[in-house]
């Protein structure tokens, strides 16, 4: 794949990714990913909120702060999170091995993890499967690391945009992995988007924050923040476009990357693990923004709304009642109206006269639903995208480690 390539994934040019099956979990696996940045690229990171934070991120933040990154360092198959100061002392090393086979400084180097929570690193086989992700190393090289940063994953997350702005060839390219534990507040979720745009390394991550707000904070499959997320922007300044705040080629390439992973986010729900349904739950009528994320993550976390999305079965009952404990302050249930997709299913504190089960069950038998609620007490509104709970959640979180 080359730059004059007019199929998605577009390289982006400054990006390499190479890709090895380093036998970290599974022989013959694809589980160690090195993504090379071209000098001068500006890049941009949120991490977990978590406070067992994994070592990789602890690290990670630390060479961030020191240096601007010239090689991400990718493994699946284990986390190396919840490892005290030996978590810390392999990942130093894995960066270390990098950053002698690259000749850069090892804070030039970001580890990230994901896999199995509380065992020890295999640093011996992340090290010896470097050379090959080095030599593998090529700007068509997205596709097989989409594939190779995958965990529980059933299908690989990858996103590629091309637009024209201000007369310029932009690029956006991004991938992300996560199936499960996944909560905002970077949700076991990966994510790594790159431009070829000049940016600012200050407006990069106000860029950045701004798309994952949008995105990757407002998905939830199963309410778990995990301990390793990370999601990083990249800008590799090597298209014509310079970009500066509060221009229109600001706004466009915003839009651009938050369109990118807004897909990646809903990509993530689409392939909850055991899921069968995407469903978005958008709050209307709030008094602020966060009253309306408070009542649709109570809606979205709820087991018993959750599985009844997995039955299709129009029991909306369990939406009301969901909404009604979400802890707002002086609700009027009676202004209240819920929807399923075009089907009003509550007005004036009950069920709506023109409901009936047949337009309720004809909602729930779609694979994409919309449920609004609108509070009718403000002006503000929110929504989060989730997925249902199917017998397939329990088997495949019940034999993780197996």
């Given at each position: 794949m080359s730059d004059s390539d007019t199929s998605p994934p577009f390289p982006v040019a400054g990006i390499r990714l190479g890709t090895a099956c380093a036998g970290i979990k599974k022989p013959e696996h694809r589980d160690l990913v090195i993504?090379?940045?071209?000098?001068?690229?500006?890049?941009?990171?949120?991490?977990?909120?978590?406070?067992?934070?994994?070592?990789?991120v602890i690290v990670a933040?630390?060479?961030?702060a020191a240096e601007s990154p010239r090689y991400l360092l990718v493994n699946t198959g284990n986390a190396n999170a919840g490892t005290g100061q030996q978590g810390l002392d392999d990942a130093h090393a894995c960066c270390a091995a990098l950053a002698e086979l690259t000749a850069v400084r090892s804070e030039a180097i970001l580890p990230f993890s994901t896999g199995v929570i509380v065992e020890n690193l295999p640093v011996d086989r992340i090290i010896q499967g470097l050379p090959a992700a080095i030599e593998a190393l090529s700007a068509a090289g997205w596709s097989d690391a989409s594939y190779g940063i995958m965990t529980t994953d059933t299908v690989p997350?990858?996103?590629?945009?091309?637009?024209?702005?201000?007369?310029?060839?932009?690029?956006?390219?991004?991938?992300?992995?996560g199936a499960g534990m996944i909560r905002p507040d970077m949700a076991t979720m990966l994510a790594y988007v790159a431009t070829d745009a000049a940016v600012g390394a200050s407006l990069l991550q106000s860029m950045l924050e701004q798309a994952v707000d949008a995105s990757f904070n407002r998905i939830t499959v199963d309410g778990d923040t995990s301990t390793n997320d990370a999601c990083l922007l990249m800008a590799t300044g090597e298209s014509g476009l310079?970009?500066?705040?509060?221009?229109?080629?600001?706004?466009?390439?915003?839009?651009?990357?938050?369109?990118?992973?807004?897909?990646?986010a809903k990509a993530m729900v689409r392939d909850g693990e055991g899921a069968t349904k995407l469903i978005n739950i958008e709050v209307t009528g709030g008094k602020d923004i966060e009253e309306c994320r408070q009542v649709a993550y109570t809606v979205a976390h709820s087991p018993l709304v959750k599985t009844a999305f997995?039955?299709?079965?129009?029991?909306?009952?369990?939406?009301?009642?969901?909404?009604?404990?979400a802890g707002l302050a002086e609700l009027q249930i009676d202004t209240i109206r819920i929807h399923l997709d075009e089907v009003c299913i509550v007005s004036h504190g009950g069920r709506d006269a023109a409901y009936t089960e047949e337009r309720g069950q004809a909602v729930m038998d779609r694979n994409e639903i919309t449920v609004r609620i609108d509070l009718a007490r403000g002006q503000a509104s929110s929504n989060v995208w989730t997925c249902d709970f199917s017998y397939d959640y329990v088997r495949i979180n019940a034999e993780y480690r197996t």
């Open positions: 993504i090379e940045l071209s000098p001068g690229t500006n890049t941009a990171a949120v991490f977990t909120r978590n406070a067992f934070c994994a070592a990789p933040r630390e060479h961030l997350k990858l996103v590629s945009r091309r637009v024209v702005i201000e007369g310029e060839s932009i690029t956006v390219t991004g991938m992300a992995k310079s970009v500066e705040a509060e221009t229109s080629a600001c706004l466009a390439l915003q839009a651009l990357v938050s369109e990118v992973c807004v897909e990646l997995f039955a299709a079965d129009p029991n909306w009952g369990r939406i009301l009642a969901a909404v009604g404990r």
